[in-house]
């Protein structure tokens, strides 16, 4: 990831905005990243699963402050990387990264310290014909005992975001890819100018993708995700569209206005409803002079609840 200093509780703010959405999205709702650990690492986690983000700040070579996305579950380390623009020492910068977030959870037993290395991964937002599927590197380790050598092949798997369909991000939940989904048409925008059928299946592609995130969190509890994912959403689109003016209206139309309605306050208005037309019918049998008693056989009702209605 294109880096920035982290500093107390607040928001990491990398190079760009990119870094800033993805690093948010990590520490803020680090339950996202259990769809994509799963994707990864052919691991079952339940989406309610602990996640505890970890946070390790260490130096470079270079001297740079490194803080990676790193997350804990279940005693396993996880570590994600986020490129925006592909890296050629990102397979050495791994293994820097990894060796760090090794040495700094390292444990001492029956005497012999031990370290284990995190499960890690790149997500690469642009991708190239070039781009590897997996980044490795060949190290050799001298082994005096021996008098030889042994060498090992680093590998991390890489995850092209470009490459999930819309479809295939909400089958496997992949909702942390949703706000990054637009930059697979970042070469498109200027044609849309002269082409209206090209820029309405895009629009049509934003709104398939709100309905979906809408039926995605219509559940209880789940508002706030959906609010959170549409302001990264807006967020990284505000950005890409800087220069196209209709595209960044027509698009902030779209995702911005909306506002998702729970099923449980969808139960309350029509409780709410309910409650007007019972009282409605009640004050009309009240008044045509029927009884307490008859007005609760004919409403379905308890004599309580209609001499409530009637008091108030």
């Not at 001492?108 to 937002?125: A, V, W």
């Not at 809408?214 to 559940?219: M, P």
């Not at 003016?245 to 969808?266: A, D, F, H, T, W």
């Amino acid at each position: 990831m294109d880096r920035g200093k982290r500093k107390g509780t607040e928001v990491p703010v990398g190079n760009t905005v990119f870094d800033d959405v993805f690093r948010t999205i990590v520490e803020r709702i680090p339950q996202l990243a259990i769809p994509l650990i799963n994707e990864v690492f052919c691991t079952d986690y339940p989406e309610d699963e602990e996640v505890v983000p970890i946070h390790n700040e260490h130096q470079t070579k270079s001297g740079e402050v490194i803080t990676d996305s790193c997350l804990l579950i279940r005693n396993h380390l996880y570590h994600i990387e986020c490129q925006s623009h592909p890296d050629t020492v990102m397979a050495v910068r791994m293994i820097e990264y990894d060796f760090a977030i090794a040495l700094e959870n390292a444990v001492q037993k029956d005497g012999m310290y031990e370290m284990e290395f995190p499960r890690s991964c790149t997500l690469y937002l642009r991708d190239t014909k070039n781009t590897p599927d997996e980044l490795q590197v060949k190290v050799h380790f001298g082994n005096r005992a021996a008098g030889g050598q042994e060498s090992i092949v680093y590998t991390t798997p890489v995850i092209k975001v470009k490459r999930y369909t819309k479809d295939e991000i909400f089958q496997k939940k992949l909702l942390l890819f949703l706000p990054f989904y637009i930059m697979r048409y970042e070469n498109s925008f200027r044609k849309m100018h002269g082409d209206p059928k090209l820029m309405e299946q895009f629009l049509s592609e934003y709104e398939s993708i709100r309905t979906a995130l809408e039926r995605e969190c219509a559940k209880e509890k789940r508002a706030a995700l959906y609010t959170d994912l549409m302001e990264f959403i807006i967020k990284i689109s505000d950005y890409m569209l800087e220069s196209e003016k209709e595209l960044k209206e027509r698009i902030g139309e779209i995702m911005g206005g909306q506002v998702l309605k729970l099923r449980s306050e969808e139960i309350r208005e029509e409780g709410m409803e309910k409650g007007i037309q019972l009282a409605k019918q009640v004050l009309l049998l009240y008044g045509k002079g029927k009884s307490p008693e008859m007005i609760a056989v004919e409403a379905g009702i308890s004599i309580e609840k209609v001499k409530q209605i009637v008091s108030d």
